[in-house]
């Protein structure tokens, strides 16, 4: 998988240096639990969630990685966070709906480090 530079250049940016969160790994989670809580989403594209399930994850973090509706664009972060899903079989697609499988849920049961050492094995 290749890693778009300008998701580095985001993530360095989030980095506060004085804070044990890892918002990498918080984000994840969170995408698959919300997921788990939903039990499906639309896709709206080939492995693409809906982007009012991205509208909702920025208000949660303040990220604002999407843009006004009518013009938006995947955020490099979104698009990171599917690929991994999708790839680890986390979730699973079904038409136009995106579910969480068994691998997603046993994922959610690791710790934070386990969670977040899968996440990097894609980065380096």
Do not use: P
Not at 6 to 33: A, P
Not at 49 to 76: C, I
């Amino acid at each position: 998988m290749n890693v778009d530079i300008e998701l580095f250049q985001w993530l360095n940016r989030q980095t506060d240096l004085n804070s044990s969160q890892i918002d990498l790994v918080d984000g994840f989670v969170f995408m698959l639990r919300k997921i788990k809580q939903h039990g499906s989403i639309r896709m709206v594209g080939n492995k693409e969630l809906h982007a009012r399930f991205w509208r909702s994850h920025d208000r949660a973090f303040g990220y604002h990685l999407m843009k006004k509706k009518g013009r938006q664009q995947r955020a490099h972060l979104y698009q990171f966070y599917c690929e991994i899903a999708f790839g680890e079989a986390l979730i699973k697609a079904d038409g136009h709906i995106v579910t969480l499988t068994e691998a997603g849920e046993a994922y959610l049961q690791q710790s934070k480090d386990k969670q977040l050492d899968l996440l990097f094995s894609y980065i380096w």
